[in-house]
C-alpha cells in the first residue's frame, strides 16, 4: 500500500524535474501517458480519419472528433479515435481500419520521426501507415515517401 505522504514526495520530485527540463511520469501514468492529435499527410494534405462502421481513411480536414486521435504510449504508440474509441489497428494483408481496442500488436506503432513530420510503422507486420489521393488508407514497406508522413 503507498502512503499519501510517499505519493506526494514522488509528484513533487517529478515536478521538480519537469521545472529543470527532464521529463518524467510515474510507473503508473507512463504506459497511460496521453495527448489528442490530428494527423495531416504530407503529400496530400487530408487528415486521418475514421467512422463508426470500423473503416479508417483519410479526408478533408474538419476538425471533428472523427478526426482527432487519443496518442498513448506503453509498448508500443496506440491511436485510438476520439469518435469512436476504436484504435488504429492493421493486418499482414496491409489493411488498415479501427477494431475494437484489444492491446495487440497489429495496434501498436513505433512512431518514426523526419524533422516536425512522423511516420507509423506497425509493430506486428512492420510496415508503415500509407495514404494516396484517392484518400485511402492502408500500410505498405516502409519507403520514406510523403504519402507515409504526417503532420
Given at each position: ?26 510507473p ?17 494534405g ?19 472528433n ?63 501507415l ?12 516502409c ?9
Amino acid at each position: 500500500m503507498i502512503s499519501i505522504r510517499s505519493t506526494l514526495v514522488s509528484a513533487a520530485a517529478a515536478a521538480a524535474l519537469v521545472f529543470t527540463g527532464v521529463a518524467v511520469a510515474s510507473p503508473a501514468s507512463a504506459a497511460e501517458a496521453r495527448s489528442v492529435q490530428t494527423f495531416r499527410n504530407v503529400a496530400t494534405g487530408f487528415c486521418l480519419d475514421s467512422n463508426a462502421a470500423k473503416a479508417a481513411y483519410t479526408h478533408d480536414c474538419n476538425g471533428g472528433n472523427y478526426q482527432k486521435w487519443n496518442v498513448s504510449s506503453g509498448g508500443g504508440v496506440v491511436l485510438r479515435n476520439v469518435a469512436t474509441g476504436f484504435c488504429l489497428d492493421s493486418n499482414a494483408a496491409k489493411a488498415a481500419y479501427t477494431h475494437s481496442c484489444n492491446g495487440g500488436n497489429y495496434q501498436k506503432w513505433t512512431v518514426l520521426r523526419r524533422g516536425g513530420d512522423v511516420g507509423f510503422k506497425n509493430v506486428a507486420t512492420g510496415f508503415c501507415l500509407d495514404s494516396n489521393a484517392a484518400k485511402q488508407l492502408y500500410t505498405h514497406d516502409c519507403n520514406g515517401g510523403n504519402y507515409q508522413w504526417w503532420r
